[in-house]
């Protein structure tokens, strides 16, 4: 239904759909660099997507996984500017731990005020997507502000000594950890007790308390932890791809991880493909625009994959099944 | 013919299989107060739904007026003068009393409101300004407001359901003299809904008695007939058990000490000094008519509500400041009233909800060995034999009786020292609660001790060794099954103590 209504939007440009899909396949995934950079791409997107998975186990919605990303950044230069670590590998670790921490940071307002006031957690993670930026904008004007940058609001590049590794072509070392904590996603999920008491705090607060669950509690770690997730993904993209913090450590990541989430019906290995997918997507839609095509053409063929996938939802979750009396 | 201001002849109403109303009649003479007697389920509200054209009967037909209504939906049945106050109240929160008052097309005192909110709630003796928001108010006073919105629609014909369930005492004394005005003064109609004998008594001068869908008492005039029979017309004849209770019982099990639990927000005590005694062997059953106390009751001695005054003992062990997980395992289980919502968890699946209770003992660490549960869940399907899609499947797919084997073997598996079942088989079909009673008396055998809270005074009689009855909170009787007849344990039901 995505290619189809891309297609239409497409014979209206007047431009060919079957080459301009090729193209963007052929540039997105057709070699190796292409590929690395798609799976770049899908880095930010796919922990992102995670978090939000993680806090939606006890039915919270994360919108804020965009200002969690900047903060995750923030962080990591933050600590970068302030210690000195002389081993390259621990020094990387610590920045990604840093990432994370800030992510959970972030988070930690809205957590308190959802489990301490019932405060809705979709407006307060929203805003902070808000707060954040502004923080962003006042660092990378103000006192993080590069002189080397002519004028460019941007914060000093970090040393080549803590840009994360690649793997093969241009693949980050990000991507591992993706794979990492995808794993960790699903266990946390599906596999843990952990996992478990969340589900049940997230179906019946009431069950939980006959359970003996602590619901609140469940809700603020998965908050933290989800947080976490997204803060991670600013660390990375960080380290691997902006090297310094400014306004494009994120294009819009943190919401286009939530579609991802939903999509997959907030399951961490649907969340790693089609984060990927959506990767790719957004890599071949920059392509396009070299034959004149508009980049928003891939943006709507998200758009559209999501209404596709909402719909297909819809009937999965509704059903008509003969019940049997017994 | 003429005396009638509403006739119903031969109501049907059936829900799926169930049979709501069978060949119902019901007579409405003007300016008078009726009582309509029944207990839980009896079809009181479903009749009170079909007059206020809420719902469509089946068969039968409706006269008012002496003039035949072809159909009745809740807009003609407004215009005819018929208006209903619903247990739950249907008030706009955040609107004013005069905006709820004045909201319907139907209303009369679009122009000269002042005045009549003014002899109104000197009528109802309420004392608060009409600008004031519903959400401020306290529930007899929105009881207060609802009542007045059928006035301000012009219904001449009211119809109460359980209007006094949610009243203190005193504001039920109030509202017999405001309802007793009402209809002398202004000729207004009355029906009262209710399952207290003592209010039926005080408020009205005919009553009809529904049992299981049928009307068993036509126009009785209050006054002519005695509390002993309309228990009997409501309760119906009950057999006495069948089940053996000749097994001898065991040490003290579970022991609840002058308990005291107060509503906080209204200031009202929910339960007044309870004392239990439960020893093993021994099912005790607690009769009442639900919103007495009983769920705080059972909320209380499991751990979950932990705000209250007095000492629960199990196994001699004082728990009173313990929470739910530290009595669980003293091998306490709960089978709560609420099946879906409480005891099991919505949207999770079955297996998920297999392992409520004892989850921490099928993990490793922190892991959840899939295995070890997916085993727990099997064992529990071939012990109670559950029908369940399979273990995946999300835990309403199941049926009523399913739902409610899985969460009794749930609670049962562990062969627990004290069982709480709080209405075990409401809603469910013969055969499953043949199934429930079996698995109770069953682990009765094994030694446990079972508080049994119901309100079907079959099950009841079936299966306890004693009865305490609750009223407004407290046990205002106690009786020994043999002691027990349906007559005595109705009238304490109904608060009448003698």
Redesign the interface.
């Known amino acids: 239904m995505a290619i189809f209504i891309g297609s239409i939007i497409l014979l209206i440009q007047d431009k060919s759909p079957i080459d301009t899909f090729s193209l963007m396949l052929r540039l997105s995934v057709g070699s190796v660099n292409s590929l690395s950079a798609s799976l770049n791409k899908a880095i930010p997107l796919i922990l992102a997507g995670l978090g939000i998975s993680i806090i939606n186990s006890v039915k919270l919605w994360n919108i804020g996984a965009e200002g969690q990303i900047f903060l995750g950044a923030i962080a990591v230069n933050f600590i970068y500017i302030n210690t000195q670590i002389n081993s390259p590998s621990i020094h990387i670790f610590v920045l990604l731990v840093a990432g994370f921490v800030g992510g959970s940071l972030c988070i930690l307002i809205p957590a308190i005020t959802k489990v301490v006031f019932g405060v809705n957690e979709i407006i307060t993670t929203l805003l902070t997507n808000y707060i954040v930026f502004g923080v962003t904008i006042f660092l990378i004007n103000g006192p993080w502000k590069d002189p080397k940058s002519l004028n460019f609001p941007a914060a000093a590049y970090v040393g080549e000594e803590v840009f994360l590794p690649t793997i093969i072509g241009k693949l980050s070392f990000g991507f591992l950890i993706c794979i990492l904590f995808t794993i960790l996603a699903h266990y946390l999920k599906n596999?843990?007790?952990?996992?478990?008491e969340m589900?049940?705090a997230?179906?019946?607060a009431?069950?939980?308390?006959?359970?003996?669950i602590n619901a609140k509690q469940k809700a603020f770690i998965a908050m933290l932890i989800g947080g976490g997730f997204a803060g991670l993904a600013g660390a990375i993209e960080l380290l691997s791809q902006t090297h310094r913090v400014s306004t494009g450590i994120s294009q819009g990541f943190g919401y286009t991880a939530i579609i991802v989430a939903a999509i997959t019906g907030m399951r961490p290995l649907g969340i790693f493909l089609v984060g990927s997918l959506f990767g790719a997507l957004s890599i071949g839609g920059s392509v396009i625009q070299t034959i004149g095509v508009s980049a928003y053409i891939a943006d709507i063929i998200q758009a559209s994959t999501l209404f596709g996938a909402l719909i297909i939802q819809f009937f999965f979750t509704y059903q008509i099944k003969k019940v049997e009396?017994? | 013919m003429k005396q009638y201001i509403l006739e119903a002849k031969n109501i049907s109403k059936t829900f799926g299989n169930v049979k709501a109303l069978e060949n119902v009649n019901f007579y409405l003479r003007k300016g008078k107060i009726h009582g309509l007697l029944g207990e839980n389920g009896a079809g009181k509200s479903s009749l009170m739904n079909i007059l206020s054209g809420i719902y469509q009967p089946e068969k039968g037909s409706i006269f008012i007026n002496n003039v035949k209504q072809k159909s009745l939906d809740p807009e003609s049945a407004s215009e005819l003068g018929i208006g209903m106050v619903h247990q739950e109240f249907r008030l706009i929160e955040s609107f004013s009393i005069e905006d709820n008052l004045t909201l319907s097309k139907s209303n009369i005192y679009q122009n000269n409101f002042k005045e009549a909110y003014e002899k109104y709630s000197e009528i109802f003796s309420l004392s608060v300004k009409p600008e004031k928001t519903i959400s401020q108010l306290s529930v007899g006073e929105k009881q207060k407001i609802e009542i007045m919105k059928l006035i301000f629609n012009d219904s001449k014909i009211m119809l109460l359901d359980e209007p006094t369930a949610v009243l203190t005492p005193q504001e039920t004394d109030q509202l017999r003299i405001s309802l007793g005005t009402l209809s002398e003064e202004d000729e207004k109609t009355i029906v009262l809904i209710s399952h207290k004998l003592k209010e039926i008594r005080e408020f009205t001068e005919k009553v009809f008695v529904m049992k299981n869908g049928k009307m068993v008492a036509e126009e009785l005039s209050t006054k002519d007939v005695t509390d002993d029979n309309l228990i009997e017309l409501m309760m119906g004849n009950i057999q006495k058990s069948i089940i053996d209770k000749s097994n001898t019982a065991g040490d003290t099990k579970l022991s609840v000490k002058s308990l005291k639990y107060v509503d906080k927000v209204n200031n009202f005590k929910i339960l007044d000094n309870i004392n239990l005694e439960i020893k093993a062997g021994e099912i005790i059953g607690i009769a009442g008519v639900s919103g007495n106390g009983q769920v705080e009751l059972a909320n209380i001695i499991?751990?979950?509500e932990v705000d209250y005054f007095g000492k629960i003992l199990i196994n001699n062990k004082d728990v009173s400041r313990r929470?739910?997980?530290s009595r669980?395992k003293l091998n306490l289980s709960?089978i709560?009233e609420?099946r879906l919502?409480?005891?099991?968890?919505?949207?999770?699946s079955v297996l998920?909800n297999s392992?409520?209770?004892d989850?921490?003992k099928t993990?490793l660490g922190?892991?959840?060995s899939?295995s070890k549960t997916e085993n727990y869940l099997e064992s529990l399907i071939n012990k109670f034999s559950i029908?369940a899609p399979n273990s995946k499947a999300e835990i309403s797919t199941l049926?009523g009786?399913?739902m409610q084997k899985l969460l009794m073997g749930r609670e049962l598996i562990s062969n627990p020292e004290v069982i709480i079942a709080s209405q075990p088989t409401r809603g469910l079909d013969v055969n499953a609660v043949e199934a429930i009673h079996n698995l109770l008396v069953e682990q009765r055998d094994k030694g446990s001790a079972i508080l049994m809270i119901s309100e079907d005074l079959d099950e009841l009689f079936k299966l306890s060794n004693r009865i305490h009855v609750m009223f407004e909170g407290k046990i205002v009787k106690s009786f020994n099954i043999d002691d027990a007849d349906i007559n005595n344990v109705g009238l304490a039901m109904a608060g009448i103590v003698e």
């Open positions: 596999k843990s007790v952990f996992g478990f589900r049940i997230g179906g019946s009431m069950t939980a308390v006959y359970a003996g009396n017994d | 499991s751990g979950i929470g739910v997980r669980k709960y709560p609420n919502g409480v005891g099991l968890a919505p949207g999770v998920d392992i409520v209770r989850y921490f993990r922190p892991h959840l899939r029908k049926s009786g399913n």
